[in-house]
């Protein structure tokens, strides 16, 4: 049996006695001669064999084609374990000490320490004049009695010694309190309260300070290596917002809040980043990495327990950019090409599929031709031809 050629169809031999088949658009002149179909159509070669092979005989019917507003296109239903951009299971976080809790510590106003202190020194001066140790011109000078020089006696060095201890004391405690800074106090390594007021303020000299800081801030990391679900290499930046809620978590139950929040931050993305694929080549409705508010979302659930341990309240952790890592960037791009390509061909397979069956439908079931199963096959390949070519020769224009 002849294959028959894109432009032409063979036409059956007709029995004994029968006279072949005629339509007024279609027109077969001889019984045993091919005849070009579509006669307009300047039609070009397409690999198509494969949806058309010649597999039924030539008394085997040919189904009619449904209606057209009953084709659908079938896609494979997705599998009910699909995988989703969802937190881990949830990790006991760091039990914190009970005796590190943030509350408010022994301070003064600063200008009571300033009164002291000058009373102090006010006090101090008055016991030197009154031994007669400044010299008369300098009493002359202010106008005040002159006392004769006696020597300073046991009692008068304990006064001044008093007031020059009370002097440090009062002048060494001032500190200047800032907005959105706190002091978190200690005293021989045990916590003593928190500082959060503003101005001036006393507080005892003896105290360690540390100063924190309150403000909001964040921090954009250095791109990190990570792997998705398939193991591919990525490098990822993260932008982390927050600020410090415990002053005294933060200070004393963690020896470096910021380090800590980082390498917490890099665990966290790598558990996450490794429960989905960065790219579904097959699939467009798979869920995938490129979803970075999900991922962003997942990062920071995953997150917030871990912070709250040690003081920070974590408001946001979000993937600025996710890579592929420079080994594999450039196979990967070549993958995600190839597949936007494979993609584009099938819907214009599709739509020139429906085309065709739309338009032998109504063709036939308007009653505008009469086509025996190999008439059918053979218009069915020079409208795929005619279609396909014509799609291609648009698109490249």
Not at 47 to 69: E, I, K, Q
Not at 166 to 181: K, N, P, S
Not at 353 to 376: I, Q
Request: charge should be positive.
């Amino acid at each position: 049996m002849q294959t028959p050629t894109p432009n032409a169809t063979p036409t059956p031999t007709p029995p004994e006695g029968a006279e072949p088949s005629r339509s007024p658009a279609l027109a077969v002149p001889d019984a045993g001669r091919r005849v070009t179909l579509i006669s307009s159509e300047n039609t070009a070669e397409l690999p198509v064999h494969l949806l058309f092979r010649d597999d039924t005989g030539p008394n085997r019917s040919v189904p009619a084609a449904d209606p057209p507003a009953s084709r659908t296109i079938a896609r494979p239903p997705r599998q009910a374990g699909a995988r989703t951009v969802v937190a881990a299971p949830a990790r006991p976080a760091p039990a914190a000490d009970p005796r590190i809790s943030e509350r408010p510590g022994p301070v003064l106003p600063g200008w009571a320490a300033v009164a002291v202190g000058a009373f102090a020194l006010a006090g101090c001066a008055a016991v030197i004049w009154r031994t007669g140790a400044p010299p008369r011109l300098l009493a002359t000078l202010l106008g005040l009695p002159a006392y004769p020089y006696v020597g300073i006696g046991l009692g008068q060095w304990g006064l001044l010694g008093l007031g020059v201890i009370v002097a440090v004391l009062a002048f060494g405690g001032l500190g200047r309190g800032q907005v959105g800074h706190a002091w978190v106090l200690s005293l021989f390594g045990d916590y003593r309260g928190t500082v959060r007021r503003t101005g001036l303020v006393w507080m005892s000299p003896l105290f360690l300070r540390r100063r924190v800081d309150l403000r909001l801030r964040h921090w954009r990391s250095e791109p990190m290596d990570a792997a998705d679900a398939n193991g591919t290499a990525l490098r990822v930046v993260v932008l982390v917002v927050w600020r410090i809620r415990e002053t005294a978590r933060a200070a004393l139950a963690v020896a470096d809040h910021q380090r800590y929040l980082r390498d917490h931050v890099e665990a966290a993305m790598a558990r996450v980043l490794s429960q989905l694929p960065a790219d579904a080549f097959q699939d467009d409705d798979a869920p995938t990495l490129r979803n970075a508010e999900a991922v962003g979302d997942a990062l920071t659930r995953m997150l917030k327990p871990e912070a709250e341990a040690v003081g920070i309240e974590l408001y946001a952790a979000q993937p600025t950019r996710i890579e592929y890592a420079p080994d594999v960037a450039a196979a990967m791009r070549r993958r995600r090409v190839a597949a936007i390509d494979a993609r584009h061909r099938d819907a214009v397979l599709t739509s020139v599929v429906d085309a065709v069956e739309d338009t032998v439908h109504r063709l036939t079931s308007r009653g505008l031709v009469e086509l025996d199963d190999y008439e059918r096959k053979g218009l069915v390949k020079d409208l795929t031809v005619a279609f396909y070519t014509g799609r291609g020769a648009g698109e490249g224009a």
